[in-house]
């Protein structure tokens, strides 16, 4: 009978796991190695922080080898990635946005 019980919520559209006040915000550390050699990889830490951060959660960028080249002005305004706008324009967005990149 308990397990029907705990289905009733459930039933009606509601899960009990899930307070419906309950706002979680994260603490998220985006890292990458991914350089100008695979643009569209290169800008998915940049993509995936500013919507996290977007989102209203606490985010930082670390880059390692490759990935600190695109730090570089002229590196960056030439890293285009498949279907996303350049990365000088993500970067933009995340300076904007107060996102700590750590290189």
Known sequence: MTRL???VP???GRNPWIKDSLEVTMKVLVKSAWGSDDPTKA???FLHANALA???HEVQIFLLGEA???MRTPVANAVVPVGWPPLAE???AT???GIPIHV
């Open 5 to 7: 019980i705990n289905l």
């Open 10 to 12: 459930m039933a009606a």
């Open 43 to 45: 800008a998915f830490p």
């Open 54 to 56: 977007e989102a209203g």
């Open 68 to 70: 600190v080249s695109l």
């Open 90 to 92: 993500i970067l933009q």
């Open 95 to 97: 300076v904007t946005l």
